[in-house]
Nanobody, 124 residues
Framework: QVQLVESGGGLVQAGGSLRLSCAASARSLSDYVLAWFRQGPGKERVFVAGIRWNGSSALYADSVKDRFTISGDNSKNTVYLQMNSLKPEDTAVYYC?????????????????WGQGTQVTVSS
């Protein structure tokens, strides 16, 4: 069982930055992939970024590549999403997810555990 709690959302102007955090409670995350998804107004939930907890390469959606960075802190069991150069189209509820997998998957069906979500609003 993994519990995930996101924080760090808010309102920011276009071009600004935010850092989302996802604290994971679990005995061990070594066999897990941690990922971020987002769901914009009237849209489906989509993959943003993911990373395997053992430190393998991260995977990003094309829409956020070179602007967002996913990272993890083993000592805190926390995964972060650093978001730079934010655009109004990044406005969404951002969800942290965890799945016991060997590699990062882009489908939300690959993940068993979800946080409650945190709102990110980017104004133009």
């Amino acid at each position: 069982q993994v519990q995930l709690v996101e924080s760090g959302g808010g309102l920011v102007q276009a071009g600004g930055s935010l850092r989302l955090s996802c604290a994971a409670s679990a005995r061990s995350l070594s066999d897990y992939v941690l990922a971020w998804f987002r769901q914009g107004p009237g849209k489906e939930r989509v993959f943003v970024a993911g990373i395997r907890w053992n430190g393998s390469s991260a995977l990003y959606a094309d829409s956020v590549k070179d602007r967002f960075t996913i990272s993890g802190d083993n000592s805190k069991n926390t995964v972060y999403l650093q978001m730079n150069s934010l655009k109004p189209e990044d406005t969404a509820v951002y969800y942290c997810a965890a799945g016991r997998r060997h590699s990062v998957g882009r489908s939300d069906g690959n993940y068993n555990y979800w946080g409650q979500g945190t709102q990110v609003t980017v104004s133009s």
